[in-house]
C-alpha cells in the first residue's frame, strides 16, 4: 500500500464543523496527512472547499488554506490558518520545564461589502491547554489597508455561569478588544479616526433560551470623525446591558458619559430582522447645554442661522419613541446663554420648559431676560403656548423692542410632511426712531417707526407677508410689500420685496445725514429687489423729487455729494465760476435710478442725455445742472461712492 484514504458526511465537536471531509494519509510521507472538504464552519464563519495539511510529528501542525471564507459583512479571500503545537521554554531544559503552548494565526485578505479597498488582516492567539475554559490570548493583532492601520490585542476566555442552584451551568464568554493609536478613514471621508486608543469589555452567557450580555467601552485618547459628529481628547465611557433571545436584541440600560458634556441613559428593544426599534428611551440630567450644541446639534446645521453660536447653561431632557413613532419628549434648559459668533442675535438668561406627548395636550413656556436681534435690543418676554402633538397655538406674544414692541398675535404652527408651517399677525407698536438709528449706529433719526403686518405664513422653507406693511419716516412714509424669503434659515436665504417712499422731508433727511441742505419732497420705489444671502443682485430702484407747492432749493455743498454719487465734473467746474459764490441754487426736479442686474448697475437720472443723463435739473436763478455721464457702473461702486460720501459727512447735525 502507498496511500489511505478516509471520508466521512461530516466531523463536528462544539467549535466547528466539517462537512464531507476526505483525508488521505501517504505511507511515504508518514508525517503528513492531507484533508479535503466541501465547507468548514466555524460558528457564522463558512471557509469553503478547504484544504487541510496536517503534520503529525513531534511537533504537529495544522495548515487550513482557501480561496474564500464567507463572514457577512465582510468579504475574506486566500484565509490561511495555522495551528502549531510548539514547546515554550522557560529557561533549564528540563522536561518539566518545557510547556506545550500551541499557537493560532489568523491571515486573511478583507474588506467591507460596500468598499472597495482590500485590506491585510493578522492575528496570532496562544492557544491554552483547556481551550474551552481557558483564556485566549491574543497579542499582536494588525489590520491594515492604504488608508487604515490599526493594531490590537484580544482576549476571549470561555465561561461557566450557574443560573440557579438546581438548573444546568451557562456557556459563556468574556471579551477584551484593546487598540492603540489606530488610525482609518473610508473612501468617501465620511468616517475617519486618529490615535484612537481604547478597550472595549463584553460578556455574555446562556439564559432562559438566549444570550444575557453586558459591555464596557472606554476611549482614553484620539480623535474620530463620524460624519457629521466630531469627537476628540477621548475620556468617553459607555455601559450597556441587556439580553439578547432571537429576533429581539433588548438593550436594558446604557450609560454614555461624555467628558464635558454630560451622562445620557437609555433602554431599547430592537428587532434584529427588520433592523427597527421596538421601544425607545432616552434621558439625560444637568447636561451641559453648550457640550450638547458643539457635540450633537451644530453638526447637524453646519450651514444654518443656528450653526456658529456660543452656548452656556445646563439642560434636561428625556425622549420616549415606539417604532418610528415618538410618545413623550421633554427639554428643559435653565438659566442658558445664546450668541451668534457673528453678532446677528443673542439671549441671555434664557429658560425653556417644553414638554411633548404625542397623546395629551401639553403646555410649554420659554422666556429670557435680555437679547438682541443685529444691534436692537430686546426686553424681557416670556412665552406661553400650548402644543398638541404636531402643532402649536398661543394667542399672544409681546415682544418688547425698545421703546415699542412687536406685538405678535394668533400664532399657528404646525409640523406636516416632514417641514414646519406656521403663519402669525404683527402690530409694530411704536419705537422712537432716534434710539432705532441709535442702536444700529446710524445717524440720530428722529419721528417713529410703527406698523401693521396682516399676515407673515412660513411653509415649504418659503416665509411670506401677506398685505402691505408700513412705517412712518421723515415725516413721510415707508411702505414694503410682497416680501418673499426663501430659506431664511438656511446658508443661501433669497428675498423678494417691493418698497415704496412717500412724502418724506429732504430738509429732514439732508440735516440727519449732514448731506447738505435740500428743501423739497421726496418719493422712490425698489421694484422686485432681490437679496441672495441678504446682498442685492437685481432690482429696478429710483429716487426722485416730488411735484408740489413747495420751495426747491439745494445747497452747494449737497450738490458736490449728489456730483459723487452720479456725476463727474461738475463740482469742479463750480470752482470756477462765479457760481462759487452763491451758497444755494434753485432746482426744477432731482432724481437718480439704478437697474441692478448681477453686479452691474444701469444709472439713470430724471432726464436722458445723448451721452448720459441729468440728475439735478436747475431752474431759475441762480441755478446749476448735474449730469452722469456713466451709465454702467459696478454695484460695488456704487457703495464705495455712497460710502465715501458718508464718510466725508460723518458730522451728524441734531436739531
Known amino acids: 500500500m502507498t496511500e489511505i484514504s478516509l471520508s466521512a458526511d461530516s466531523v463536528f465537536s462544539d467549535i466547528f464543523q466539517l462537512d464531507k471531509p476526505h483525508a488521505v494519509v501517504n505511507l511515504h510521507s508518514k508525517q503528513q496527512v492531507k484533508v479535503y472538504a466541501e465547507r468548514l464552519q466555524v460558528g457564522d464563519a463558512k471557509l469553503d472547499q478547504p484544504n487541510i495539511l496536517l503534520d503529525i510529528s513531534a511537533r504537529p501542525t495544522a495548515l487550513i488554506t482557501s480561496e474564500q471564507l464567507q463572514m457577512p459583512p465582510y468579504q475574506v479571500r486566500h484565509p490561511k490558518i495555522f495551528l502549531d503545537y510548539g514547546f515554550l521554554d522557560h529557561g533549564a531544559h528540563t522536561q518539566q520545564s518545557q510547556i506545550r503552548q500551541p499557537t493560532l ?53 470561555p465561561t461557566w455561569k450557574e443560573q440557579d442552584k438546581s438548573g444546568p451551568a451557562a456557556k459563556g464568554v468574556d471579551i477584551e478588544l484593546a487598540v492603540h493609536e489606530a488610525k482609518f478613514s473610508d473612501a468617501a471621508g465620511l468616517h475617519a479616526g486618529d490615535k484612537l486608543t481604547g478597550k472595549v469589555n463584553l460578556s455574555a452567557h446562556e439564559q432562559d433560551g438566549g444570550w444575557r450580555w453586558q459591555g464596557v467601552f472606554q476611549w482614553q485618547q484620539g480623535e474620530l470623525f463620524w460624519q457629521p459628529f466630531y469627537f476628540a481628547e477621548g475620556s468617553k465611557r459607555f455601559e450597556i446591558r441587556g439580553f439578547y433571545r432571537e429576533p429581539y436584541i433588548d438593550i436594558e440600560q446604557a450609560t454614555l458619559a461624555l467628558q464635558g458634556v454630560g451622562t445620557l441613559h437609555s433602554q431599547s428593544r430592537i428587532h434584529l430582522i427588520n433592523k427597527q426599534f421596538e421601544f425607545l428611551k432616552v434621558d439625560a440630567k444637568e447636561v451641559d447645554f453648550n457640550g450638547v450644541y458643539q457635540a450633537f446639534i451644530q453638526p447637524l446645521i453646519p450651514h444654518s442661522a443656528f450653526g456658529h453660536l456660543n452656548v452656556s447653561g445646563k439642560a434636561d431632557w428625556s425622549f420616549e419613541a415606539k417604532g418610528l413613532q415618538p410618545l413623550k419628549f421633554h427639554l428643559n434648559i435653565t438659566d ?80 406636516i410632511n416632514q417641514s414646519m408651517v406656521w403663519h402669525v399677525k404683527m402690530d409694530l407698536q411704536p419705537i422712537s426712531m432716534t434710539s432705532f438709528s441709535q442702536a444700529l449706529g446710524w445717524p440720530t433719526m428722529r419721528g417713529q417707526i410703527s406698523g401693521t403686518i396682516p399676515l407673515v405664513t412660513y411653509a415649504n422653507h418659503e416665509l411670506r407677508m401677506m398685505g402691505d406693511m408700513q412705517f412712518k419716516l421723515f415725516n413721510g412714509m415707508v411702505g414694503m410689500s410682497d416680501l418673499d424669503i426663501d430659506d431664511p434659515l438656511g446658508a443661501v436665504p433669497k428675498l423678494h420685496a417691493n418698497f415704496t417712499m412717500r412724502e418724506i422731508d429732504l430738509g429732514e433727511i439732508t440735516r440727519t445725514f449732514n448731506f447738505g441742505s435740500i428743501s423739497g419732497k421726496l418719493e422712490g420705489d425698489i421694484k422686485h429687489l432681490r437679496l441672495q444671502n441678504w446682498k442685492p443682485v437685481s432690482m429696478d430702484a429710483s429716487v426722485r423729487t416730488a411735484d408740489g407747492p413747495f420751495e426747491k432749493k439745494i445747497s452747494q455743498r449737497a450738490v458736490e455729494n449728489i456730483t459723487a454719487l452720479g456725476g463727474e465734473g461738475t463740482a469742479a467746474a463750480l470752482q470756477r465760476t462765479f457760481l462759487r459764490f452763491f451758497k444755494e441754487f434753485g432746482y426744477e426736479k432731482i432724481g437718480l435710478s439704478c437697474e441692478l442686474r448681477g453686479d452691474i448697475c444701469k444709472m439713470g437720472g430724471v432726464e436722458p442725455l445723448p451721452e448720459g443723463f441729468v440728475i439735478v435739473k436747475g431752474k431759475g436763478a441762480p441755478s446749476v445742472n448735474v449730469n452722469g455721464y456713466t451709465q454702467y457702473v459696478s454695484w460695488k461702486d456704487v457703495l464705495g461712492r455712497m460710502q465715501r460720501v458718508t464718510d466725508s459727512n460723518s458730522k451728524i447735525i441734531i436739531d
Open 105 to 157: 494565526s489568523f491571515d486573511a485578505e478583507v474588506k467591507a461589502l460596500q468598499d472597495e479597498v482590500w485590506g491585510t488582516f493578522h492575528l496570532n492567539c496562544l492557544v491554552p491547554a483547556q481551550a474551552a475554559a481557558q483564556t485566549w490570548r491574543c497579542e499582536d493583532g494588525l489590520y491594515y489597508d492604504v488608508r487604515s492601520h490599526v493594531p490590537f490585542n484580544v482576549r476571549l476566555t
Open 336 to 415: 442658558a446663554s445664546v450668541e451668534d459668533q457673528l453678532g446677528k442675535f443673542g439671549f441671555s438668561h434664557f429658560n425653556a420648559d417644553i414638554p411633548w406627548d404625542y397623546d395629551h395636550p401639553r403646555q410649554i413656556a420659554m422666556g429670557y431676560q435680555s437679547g438682541h436681534i443685529l444691534k436692537i435690543p430686546l426686553g424681557a418676554t416670556r412665552w406661553q403656548a400650548e402644543v398638541n402633538r404636531f402643532s402649536i397655538t398661543a394667542p399672544r406674544l409681546q415682544l418688547p423692542i425698545l421703546d415699542g414692541g412687536l406685538d405678535v398675535q394668533d400664532v399657528s404652527a404646525a409640523w
